[in-house]
């Protein structure tokens, strides 16, 4: 009886032993695998990025956005084959993942590699912490010495531009739906400004920069200018020039202070070319009509809304929401920032359920006699959730004034460029 007890003592020790002997083993592949997998193709390429860069993309991992390789986007895009357009900040091309989710894959380009590291950082930072139905949802990023790259959710019905200015291609729009569209692009904006942690001034709204999707819903994209701005701070420091001529407030290229007030001067002026569905400047028209914003304030003055109305084919039935849509247009145009609304006043006016103010002559500054002053103290209570000191500007940006027509040189307007 001894001796088999010391028999089935020592199978059962061997076999643990075994046992224990397997799974060291598998321990130690798995280990050796995802060691290999971390060096494929990371740590390679980490030797030509910038240590900032690479704490940046260490942090936006633990973020939402994923890190697609260069190799992933290359088979999902069809090596880069199917264009979906291009602009100053790069080029953006359509993929599909093995899974069938279809991807918009913006590649970064500029004129040297700090500028494209600035673009990659202000979107991937400023998408990866943002979550909302009216902004473009950012999967992921690639950051390798080969490829720059962003991939966004993919808008099957492009940008609004296409559909506004183009529409012997693109769908017509009804006025009911582009105005759903103005509020959606608002209520994106205000997101932004007012519920992120850190406030994000955008600099670019452009209807090129509003995406629809299969339900002509919009989301603000591009967010290649966009800064993160501490909410205790009133002034943004500006490094250069931001914005799209046409779109651009007057701050941006002149003397004055800079707030997140731009984005709103941008959204008024995006406002007039939803209403019109034609850009707001368009020098084959007669010279009354050449600027349209400023066409628009006139009617509005002279109680001659309803030209307008017929000019842009606008209905009976969406007349009212119409002549709101041009009020608040008038009110974000304003020339000095505190007399703007925030956005979240601009999306409670469009929606009806605040009253839209008169507003002031938004473009007196380009006549004898300058900026209009009356009014603006009742305007900063009304408008603004965080008031400022107008005088206390930090940086200023100036540029040129490019000069086209009599017209546009009478009232210093540049052409939009996309």
Same mark, same amino acid.
């Given at each position: 009886?001894?001796?088999?007890?010391?028999?089935?003592?020592?199978?059962?020790?061997?076999?643990?032993?075994?046992?224990?002997?397997?799974?060291?083993?598998?321990?130690?592949?798995?280990?050796?695998?995802?060691?290999?997998?971390?060096?494929?193709?990371?740590?390679?390429?980490?030797?030509?990025?910038?240590?900032?860069?690479?704490?940046?993309?260490?942090?936006?991992?633990?973020?939402?956005?994923?890190?697609?390789?260069?190799?992933?986007?290359?088979?999902?895009?069809?090596?880069?084959?199917?264009?979906?357009?291009?602009?100053?900040?790069?080029?953006?091309?359509?993929?599909?993942?093995?899974?069938?989710?279809?991807?918009?894959?913006?590649?970064?380009?500029?004129?040297?590699?700090?500028?494209?590291?600035?673009?990659?950082?202000?979107?991937?930072?400023?998408?990866?912490?943002?979550?909302?139905?009216?902004?473009?949802?950012?999967?992921?990023?690639?950051?390798?010495?080969?490829?720059?790259?962003?991939?966004?959710?993919?808008?099957?019905?492009?940008?609004?531009?296409?559909?506004?200015?183009?529409?012997?291609?693109?769908?017509?729009?009804?006025?009911?739906?582009?105005?759903?569209?103005?509020?959606?692009?608002?209520?994106?904006?205000?997101?932004?400004?007012? @519920?992120?942690?850190?406030?994000?001034?955008?600099?670019?709204?452009?209807?090129?920069?509003?995406?629809?999707?299969?339900?002509?819903?919009?989301?603000?994209?591009?967010?290649?200018?966009?800064?993160?701005?501490?909410?205790?701070?009133?002034?943004?420091?500006?490094?250069?020039?931001?914005?799209?001529?046409?779109?651009?407030?007057? @701050?941006?290229?002149?003397?004055?202070?800079?707030?997140?007030?731009?984005?709103?001067?941008?959204?008024?002026?995006?406002?007039?070319?939803?209403?019109?569905?034609?850009?707001?400047?368009?020098?084959?028209?007669?010279?009354?009509?050449?600027?349209?914003?400023?066409?628009?304030?006139?009617?509005?003055?002279?109680?001659?809304?309803?030209?307008?109305?017929?000019?842009?084919?606008?209905?009976?039935?969406?007349?009212?929401?119409?002549?709101?849509?041009?009020?608040?247009?008038?009110?974000?145009?304003?020339?000095?920032?505190?007399?703007?609304?925030?956005?979240?006043?601009?999306?409670?006016?469009?929606?009806?359920?605040?009253?839209?103010?008169?507003?002031?002559?938004?473009?007196?500054?380009?006549?004898?006699?300058?900026?209009?002053?009356?009014?603006?103290?009742?305007?900063?209570?009304?408008?603004?959730?965080?008031?400022?000191?107008?005088?206390?500007? @930090?940086?200023?940006?100036?540029?040129?004034?490019?000069?086209?027509?009599?017209?546009?040189?009478?009232?210093?307007?540049?052409?939009?460029?996309?």
């Amino acid at each position: 009886m001894s001796t088999d007890g010391a028999t089935t003592g020592a199978l059962e020790l061997i076999v643990i032993v075994v046992v224990v002997v397997v799974k060291i083993g598998i321990i130690v592949y798995v280990c050796n695998r995802r060691s290999n997998m971390r060096k494929d193709p990371y740590v390679e390429d980490s030797r030509f990025i910038p240590l900032t860069m690479v704490k940046f993309l260490d942090d936006m991992e633990r973020e939402r956005p994923i890190r697609f390789t260069s190799q992933q986007l290359r088979i999902a895009t069809e090596n880069f084959s199917i264009l979906l357009g291009s602009g100053g900040f790069g080029t953006v091309y359509k993929g599909i993942f093995s899974n069938g989710t279809a991807v918009a894959v913006k590649v970064l380009n500029g004129t040297s590699d700090k500028r494209i590291e600035e673009q990659f950082m202000a979107e991937v930072s400023t998408m990866g912490r943002t979550h909302h139905f009216n902004l473009v949802r950012l999967y992921g990023f690639c950051f390798e010495s080969s490829l720059r790259a962003l991939v966004y959710e993919f808008m099957i019905n492009g940008s609004l531009d296409y559909h506004l200015f183009k529409s012997k291609k693109g769908i017509v729009i009804g006025f009911e739906k582009l105005h759903e569209i103005a509020l959606g692009t608002a209520r994106g904006i205000a997101y932004l400004h007012e @519920e992120c942690p850190q406030r994000i001034v955008h600099y670019d709204i452009k209807p090129g920069n509003i995406h629809l999707d299969s339900k002509f819903c919009a989301k603000v994209a591009d967010f290649g200018l966009a800064k993160l701005c501490n909410r205790d701070k009133t002034h943004i420091t500006m490094t250069g020039g931001r914005g799209t001529p046409g779109y651009a407030a007057p @701050e941006l290229w002149l003397p004055l202070p800079v707030t997140h007030k731009c984005d709103v001067y941008s959204f008024g002026m995006l406002l007039f070319e939803i209403i019109g569905r034609r850009r707001n400047m368009d020098v084959t028209l007669g010279d009354s009509q050449q600027w349209f914003p400023i066409w628009a304030w006139r009617k509005y003055e002279k109680n001659q809304l309803n030209d307008l109305m017929i000019v842009c084919t606008i209905e009976e039935k969406d007349e009212e929401v119409a002549e709101r849509m041009v009020k608040v247009a008038l009110c974000c145009v304003q020339y000095r920032p505190e007399t703007r609304p925030v956005m979240s006043i601009v999306v409670k006016m469009l929606e009806g359920a605040l009253e839209v103010p008169e507003p002031f002559n938004p473009f007196s500054h380009l006549f004898p006699g300058g900026v209009s002053e009356g009014g603006d103290s009742l305007a900063r209570i009304a408008w603004n959730v965080d008031g400022f000191c107008w005088s206390s500007s @930090e940086v200023v940006t100036k540029s040129t004034v490019v000069t086209g027509t009599p017209l546009m040189r009478r009232y210093e307007i540049t052409m939009a460029s996309d």
